[in-house]
């Protein structure tokens, strides 16, 4: 992980992903929603060497207004076993804004483990492209 440039003061949406995603798939959907002019907190990008990863992680959450959670096998079983991205979720799923995109689940499992996470209005890969899903979320921020 390495920043390059100064970090924002502010976001469009803070990413939440599986740690075993951030080189593939989430790399993908936070390259593509940059792409569409999304600004996103990304801990592959965002958080500096040496700095304390649980606070940094919270800062993050603090600049974005809107979550944006990519839900794969990975993620459900790092949400189960009350990982990182257990504590990211408690507190997106505060918000009034939290899109849920499904990548190789159904919205049946995400119920399974996160009912408030799967009764969200969300997307899936199943349906869409992820340059498709990239497109729908950039106009939902432009709203």
């Not at 959670?69 to 949400?79: E, G, Q």
């Not at 899109?99 to 009764?119: C, F, K, M, N, Q």
């Not at 969200?120 to 979320?137: C, F, H, Q, V």
Request: proline content about 4%; hydrophobic content about 40%.
């Amino acid at each position: 992980m390495e920043a390059i440039g100064p970090r924002a003061e502010s976001y469009d949406l803070f990413l939440c992903h599986a740690w075993d995603d951030r080189r593939g798939t989430a790399t993908e959907l936070h390259n593509l929603l940059e792409a569409e002019n999304v600004s996103v907190w990304f801990s592959e990008k965002d958080i500096i060497l040496g700095q304390p990863f649980m606070r940094e992680i919270d800062k993050g959450l603090a600049k974005a207004p809107i979550g944006l959670v990519l839900i794969t096998p990975a993620f459900l079983k790092r949400v189960q076993s009350g990982g990182v991205s257990e504590k990211e979720l408690s507190e997106l799923l505060s918000r009034d804004l939290l899109i849920p995109v499904a990548h190789g689940v159904t919205y049946d499992e995400v119920r399974s483990v996160s009912p408030l996470l799967g009764s969200r209005n969300g997307l899936s890969t199943d349906e869409d492209s992820m340059e498709t899903i990239a497109t729908k979320i950039a106009e939902l921020i432009a709203l």
